[in-house]
């Protein structure tokens, strides 16, 4: 049996010039093609993208929050956006399947931008099995499958406390 090399620890830090041009040439494999950035990656920006890097400053993906995380089609209601927060990760093409996922997610909860939410939204293509299943191992629950009217592509919703529920 081969070892795997260890999982990399994740920050997150501002995306920098360099790392949009990277991102940019990163290329999915199959039904995953769909995740492509290409030249979109220029369009990155803060507040609602950040770089997911190691300690040391090594881009390993980038996170993306609020508007610019959702997908159109979806249930979305601007009045809850103090409330909930969405988010999407993007990994380096190289640590898609190697379970990064779980520390790339752990990141982004730590990330300012979710200290005051009460709950985080992810929306995954429904041809990405392994993002679905990551999401519910991390404890989402779906909450609205829809489809993309320009393409007619799948999607699903899934939704996660991150505050101990009102009383």
């Known amino acids: 049996m081969v070892a795997r090399p260890p999982l990399p620890e994740f920050s997150v830090r501002p995306l920098t010039d360099d790392d949009r041009r990277a991102i940019a040439t990163w290329s999915y494999p199959g039904a995953l093609k769909i995740y492509d950035p290409g030249a979109g990656a220029a369009e990155l920006r803060a507040p609602d993208h950040v770089a997911l890097s190691t300690p040391g400053g090594e881009l390993l993906g980038y996170g993306t929050f609020g508007v610019e995380a959702r997908v159109p089609g979806g249930r ?83 939704e996660q406390s991150l505050a101990p529920p009102r009383s």
Not at 130 to 154: I, K
Request: aromatic share 8%.
């Open 76 to 158: 979305y209601d601007d009045a809850d956006d103090d409330e909930v927060v969405d988010v999407g990760i993007g990994l380096r093409p190289d640590l898609v399947g190697t379970g990064a996922g779980a520390g790339a997610l752990l990141a982004l909860l730590r990330a300012p931008r979710l200290q005051s939410a009460a709950r985080v939204r992810a929306t995954v293509a429904t041809v990405n099995g392994r993002a679905t299943a990551f999401v519910l191992g991390q404890g989402f629950s779906a909450t609205h499958v829809f489809v993309r009217e320009r393409d007619g592509r799948s999607f699903t919703q899934y």
